[in-house]
């Protein structure tokens, strides 16, 4: 029989795990440090926005030790059943991140339009003072976060976080401010409303983003008639189906495909090893296993997808 049967693996030039865990702790303690003090003011203040941002920060906190969680057990060797290991634990972490942006987006909307119509007494220079403050510690921790592997939609999804609250805060400080300079206190309340609309884009796109990859589509970068057409052009292929690409987890492509050769071609491995490093140096697909078979050989009757013929695809 010609049937080979290849992979191959890489490791990619993502920091480290250590050095994420690192940014990670750092920016967990500036949150929680600065999350307790604003809750206070908020409260003293009567600011929906302040509470509101406080309660952001209180997310950002629980999104960042869901990451370290989820690399932790992301990092576990592959065993047993779990033949890829605990990668999409990560995956689940985003989507469980990306939620909670959505039911906190839709919690203060409902808040900030009862504010809107019976605003509270806010202490506008307080909330200025406070938001101003939460703005500097939020960049940090979001400068922090940035040097991490945001390939990872894990770390990405504590990094949205921790930005929404940043753009919360510079919100919040304008509220307070207009609050202070013109007495309308229903500035406070539409602060509110700009951080729920912030939260739902970034909630959605985590969502979006996660739920690719849980229902195994090809990452956004890639396109598989694109792909199947490069491999079928290739002079020893007469045809290229069950090609599937989908993401294990974030950073991490993954393809394989059942290939058709010439008779005369020479030995499957050979062709094999060149359609790998194809993959890897046009499309950064390190990841792969093909099934390669003579022409004349017996193969598969019932292909899935497309049929990539001479480079075109063909239903």
Same mark, same amino acid.
């Given at each position: ?127 200025? *003072?406070? #938001? &101003?403050?939460?703005? $500097?510690?939020? !960049?940090? =921790?979001? /400068?922090? @976060?940035?040097?991490?592997?945001? +390939? ?37 309340? *539409?602060? #509110? &409303?700009?951080?729920? $609309?912030?939260? !739902?884009? =970034?909630? /959605?796109? @985590?969502?979006?983003?996660?739920? +690719? ?32 690409v989908w993401t294990v987890t974030s950073g991490y492509p993954t393809l394989s ?59």
């Open positions: 029989m010609g049937t080979d049967h290849g992979h191959g693996h890489g490791h990619g030039h993502a920091v480290s795990a250590d050095a994420d865990r690192r940014y990670l702790i750092g920016a967990l303690a500036l949150i929680l440090g600065y999350m307790a003090a604003e809750v206070t003011v908020g409260l003293v203040a009567n600011s929906m926005a302040l509470i509101a941002d406080a309660a952001h920060m209180l997310t950002d906190a629980s999104a960042i030790i869901l990451a370290l969680i989820a690399m932790r057990i992301a990092a576990r060797p592959a065993t047993g059943r779990y033949t890829f290991g605990y990668k999409r634990v990560e995956i689940l972490s985003a989507q469980i991140n990306g939620a909670t942006l959505l039911l906190l987006a839709a919690y203060f909307v409902y808040e900030g339009v009862q504010r809107v119509i019976d605003p509270p007494d806010v202490k506008g220079p307080l909330v200025l *003072v406070t #938001a &101003l403050a939460g703005v $500097a510690v939020n !960049a940090l =921790a979001a /400068w922090l @976060l940035s040097k991490a592997n945001r +390939r990872s939609l894990n770390v990405e999804g504590a990094f949205q976080h921790v930005l929404n609250d940043m753009y919360a805060f510079i919100a919040t400080a304008l509220a307070g401010l207009v609050v202070w300079l013109t007495g309308w206190a229903q500035a406070d309340a *539409v602060a #509110a &409303l700009v951080v729920a $609309a912030l939260m !739902a884009v =970034a909630g /959605w796109g @985590l969502l979006r983003d996660s739920g +690719r990859v849980l229902l195994q589509a090809a990452p956004s970068d890639l396109d598989p008639d694109e792909i199947g057409a490069v491999l079928a052009a290739e002079p020893e292929v007469l045809e290229i189906h069950d090609l599937h495909a059942h290939v058709i050769v010439r008779d005369d071609c020479g030995t499957c491995h050979d062709v094999r090893g060149r359609l790998a490093s194809l993959l890897h140096e046009r499309f950064g697909i390190e990841h792969t296993t093909l099934q390669v078979d003579h022409g004349g050989e017996p193969h598969c009757f019932d292909p899935h997808g497309p049929r990539h013929l001479g480079g075109t695809p063909r239903g």
